[in-house]
């Protein structure tokens, strides 16, 4: 196996690396705050080709493999997870889905865009009552011939007023169960979409999360992504992929809080030395680099596995699992080798450690991926 990137990756990881730096540092604290949605950064995120990273070029995407979003996402989300949740739900599931499943006149008309980050896009599968259960939709789309009259509520919905695509999983057929589901494309501005209150949350609180409802929203037979019925399977792929951009989100905040861990215990004096000189911190950084160490290699094993045609299932629910915990379990101890500054503001730990929890929720919850992994190393 090799280990080493090659010099494209490296470009791109310093590309974003940059870029965050420059960009995204300064204003995040105040971001936070007052939960405002990073529109400018996300606009030069789209010009510099981050938000359609894996899209061909025939399609206005930068063409890049699954690799270099993975190094591109561990970047951003060191700075700013609000940013990077936005760049994962348009490349790992609004411009993989359709460039995946649909058809070239839905390419043409709204990947192309997506792709060049002239617009973005958003996925609607969660409900108040289905959560992580895709299976119980209850939103419905009433086959009417030449469109669906669409009707329903979607909840937890990344970018949801900054979008102007939605991917929207809707019941047709309830007497089929999940054989029954559509995938439809709709856009934000059609008659009857109401978008709800942004949602006050712990942590990513940049992102723009909300509440969608549908009342007699008219969907063309032409946006439908696939055959009739194909919404469940085009929902469990897409999300397959989109786990892997979560990890990687993960693994970012884990890494960011480490590199703050460490530089700030090379200042920090206590007993006559710095606290890196303590054995008690060492072992904390020690454990630290280590648990990141091995969630990158899950990312990159999922995403090896994805460039290369095979069914990374398994690997990306293992990625997403760890990476979670471990944003967790090491955003906790930055806030602890921090001290008392740890747990303010300007010395951005405490962010991440809020934004680590969202990273073993969304995507699917732990429990959910480790339903995943016991079923395939069982079968």
């Known amino acids: 196996m090799d280990f080493q990137l090659t010099e494209e990756h490296l470009m791109i990881q310093k590309a974003?690396?940059?870029?965050?730096?420059?960009?995204?540092?300064?204003?995040?604290?105040?971001?936070?705050?007052?939960?405002?949605?990073?529109?400018?950064?996300?606009?030069?995120?789209?010009?510099?080709?981050?938000?359609?990273?894996?899209?061909?070029?025939?399609?206005?995407?930068?063409?890049?493999?699954?690799?270099?979003?993975?190094?591109?996402?561990?970047?951003?989300?060191?700075?700013?997870?609000?940013?990077?949740?936005?760049?994962?739900?348009?490349?790992?599931?609004?411009?993989?889905?359709?460039?995946?499943?649909?058809?070239?006149?839905?390419?043409?008309?709204?990947?192309?865009?997506?792709?060049?980050?002239?617009?973005?896009?958003?996925?609607?599968?969660?409900?108040?009552?289905?959560?992580?259960?895709?299976?119980?939709?209850?939103?419905?789309?009433?086959?009417?011939?030449?469109?669906?009259?669409?009707?329903?509520?979607?909840?937890?919905?990344?970018?949801?007023?900054?979008?102007?695509?939605?991917?929207?999983?809707?019941?047709?057929?309830?007497?089929?169960?999940?054989?029954?589901?559509?995938?439809?494309?709709?856009?934000?501005?059609?008659?009857?979409?109401?978008?709800?209150a942004k949602e006050n949350k712990l942590g990513i609180r940049g992102s723009d999360t909300h509440s969608i409802m549908f009342q007699d929203v008219i969907v063309p037979k032409e946006n439908r992504i696939g055959e009739d019925g194909f919404g469940f399977k085009f929902a469990m792929k897409t999300l397959g992929g989109g786990r892997i951009g979560i990890a990687s989100q993960a693994l970012g905040i884990a890494s960011g809080a480490y590199e703050l861990a460490v530089k700030y215990s090379k200042e920090r004096k206590a007993f006559g030395k710095e606290i890196s000189q303590h054995q008690a911190i060492q072992f904390k950084l020690a454990d630290m680099a280590t648990k990141i160490e091995a969630s990158r290699l899950l990312c990159l094993k999922a995403a090896w596995e994805k460039d290369h045609h095979l069914d990374y299932t398994l690997s990306g629910s293992m990625a997403k699992v760890f990476s979670s915990e471990t944003a967790m379990w090491v955003t906790t101890e930055a806030v602890q080798v921090h001290g008392g500054y740890g747990y303010v503001k300007e010395y951005h730990v405490e962010r991440l450690m809020r934004d680590a929890k969202i990273t073993q929720i969304y995507e699917g919850t732990s429990e959910v991926q480790r339903i995943v992994i016991s079923r395939s190393i069982l079968a």
């Not at 289905?130 to 937890?156: I, P």
Request: charged share 20%.
């Open 16 to 196: 974003a690396r940059d870029f965050a730096q420059m960009e995204l540092l300064p204003g995040v604290i105040e971001r936070d705050e007052h939960q405002k949605f990073p529109a400018e950064q996300i606009k030069k995120l789209g010009e510099l080709g981050f938000l359609g990273m894996m899209v061909s070029p025939k399609y206005g995407g930068a063409g890049l493999d699954t690799i270099s979003y993975v190094l591109a996402m561990e970047e951003i989300s060191k700075i700013d997870a609000s940013a990077s949740v936005v760049m994962s739900v348009n490349n790992s599931l609004v411009c993989w889905g359709l460039e995946t499943y649909g058809t070239e006149e839905q390419k043409q008309k709204y990947l192309v865009p997506l792709a060049k980050g002239e617009i973005i896009g958003a996925f609607l599968l969660s409900e108040p009552e289905a959560g992580s259960d895709a299976t119980s939709q209850r939103t419905t789309a009433e086959d009417k011939g030449d469109h669906y009259l669409l009707n329903g509520t979607k909840n937890w919905i990344t970018n949801g007023n900054s979008a102007s695509v939605y991917l929207v999983m809707a019941q047709t057929h309830p007497e089929k169960g999940s054989k029954g589901i559509n995938a439809l494309i709709v856009e934000k501005n059609s008659p009857g979409v109401t978008v709800g």
